[in-house]
T-cell receptor, first 114, second 113 residues
Framework: AQSVTQLDSQVPVFEEAPVELRCNYS??????LFWYVQYPNQGLQLLLK??????LVKGINGFEAEFNKSQTSFHLRKPSVHISDTAEYFC????????????FGAGTRLFVKA | DTAVSQTPKYLVTQMGNDKSIKCEQN?????MYWYKQDSKKFLKIMFS???????INETVPNRFSPKSPDKAHLNLHINSLELGDSAVYFC????????????FGAGSRLTVL
């Protein structure tokens, strides 16, 4: 079985500051790793994904994430945040275990302050 | 053109009633899902269908019955609604090859009074 732990439920940060949202996962099989973003009253949108290859993955809106197999982590980073980045961020793992299943972490609320 | 569309967007009803939520995707994807998001934003998978066949059925009360008339549609019917069913229900679709990325609808907020 797979599981995802997002280590911070809320991250307040000032505009133009860097941010890191932490995610750890566990799985007994190979997984795909994702970060999704949810803006208020909307569905989730894909930010970036890791399938294989380079461990540094670049996504939309200036976000990037690094896959670390030894630490089973997939932390999300942005060097300079904007007010518009305020949203809920979800780390997710996907695996095919008799049907492809994507399991989500509990979410991290990023709050960007002026 | 909305890729994954859900109706209704909002649903307010009394305990004990039966209600349905509909979902349609125009992406040509093979697989569709229902997820439930509770008041703490936690997302839990409920069901998945691949080409009209039920693939994943998580531990969900049998008051919840999904139906897929074709691979572009997945509906969710809920019988005898309870207060704890209040949540936002998200439909999602996925092409079962390559990246396996989910495309979500905007959600259907169900409030049971």
């Amino acid at each position: 079985a797979q599981s995802v732990t997002q280590l911070d439920s809320q991250v307040p940060v000032f505009e133009e500051a860097p941010v890191e949202l932490r995610c750890n996962y566990s799985s007994s099989v190979s997984v795909y790793l994702f970060w999704y973003v949810q803006y208020p009253n909307q569905g989730l949108q894909l930010l970036l994904k890791y399938l294989s290859g380079s461990t540094l993955v670049k996504g939309i809106n200036g976000f990037e994430a690094e896959f670390n197999k030894s630490q089973t982590s997939f932390h999300l980073r942005k060097p300079s945040v904007h007010i518009s980045d305020t949203a809920e961020y979800f780390c997710a793992v996907g695996a095919d275990t008799g049907g492809f299943k994507t399991i989500f972490g509990a979410g991290t609320r990023l709050f960007v302050k002026a | 053109d909305t890729a994954v569309s859900q109706t209704p967007k909002y649903l307010v009803t009394q305990m004990g009633n039966d209600k349905s939520i509909k979902c349609e995707q125009n992406l040509g994807h093979d697989t569709m899902y229902w997820y439930k998001q509770d008041s703490k934003k936690f997302l839990k998978i409920m069901f998945s269908y691949n080409n009209k066949e039920l693939i994943i059925n998580e531990t969900v009360p049998n008051r919840f019955s999904p139906k897929s008339p074709d691979k572009a549609h997945l509906n969710l019917h809920i019988n005898s609604l309870e207060l704890g069913d209040s949540a936002v229900y998200f439909c999602a679709s996925q092409r079962m090859s390559g990246a396996n990325v989910l495309t979500f609808g905007a959600g259907s907020r169900l409030t049971v009074l």
